[in-house]
């Protein structure tokens, strides 16, 4: 008769962890809802943009109070329509960064648009505000 009664209470005990959440007897699993918070963008250089001559850098300020930051990225919009997306990488403290030189068709000048774009582990993604970079036309071919 006690291992009926044991059984039972087993079997009970893991139907209300169950129902209540699987954390305790009352208790919801708490859930992560809210994106990933990106300050402190920052592109360098942030005056003129040279296609093939300048490199760029992109640096944000991500953190995630909830279940983390997962990824991390940053869209370029070229003058000529096209766009580029690269992966940041984090650096110390909650900083992630990217170098790369942006390059695109054509010979246009006009803003070259930096979109920082982040998602945490739970699947919640988020955008900062456009940065946008003046560029000039790439240099002439060389003629010999």
């Not at 370029?76 to 992630?96: C, I, K, N, R, W």
């Not at 068709?105 to 988020?126: C, E, H, L």
Request: charged share 10%.
């Amino acid at each position: 008769m006690k291992t009926i009664r044991f059984t039972v209470l087993i079997v009970a005990s893991a139907w209300v962890l169950t129902a209540c959440g699987g954390v305790g007897v009352g208790v919801p699993t708490p859930s992560d809802t809210t994106a990933p918070t990106i300050s402190r963008v920052a592109v360098e250089p942030s005056t003129l943009i040279v296609p093939g001559a300048t490199s760029v850098r992109v640096e944000a300020h991500v953190t995630d109070d909830g279940s983390g930051v997962d990824a991390v990225t940053v869209k370029a919009t070229y003058p000529d329509g096209s766009e580029a997306t690269h992966t940041l990488s984090a650096g110390s403290g909650a900083t992630y960064a990217v170098q790369f030189a942006p390059s695109w068709g054509g010979s246009q000048p006009g803003n070259v648009q930096f979109v920082v774009s982040a998602r945490d582990k739970a699947g919640n993604s988020g955008s900062a505000s456009v940065v946008s970079v003046r560029s000039a036309a790439p240099p002439p071919a060389t003629p010999w």
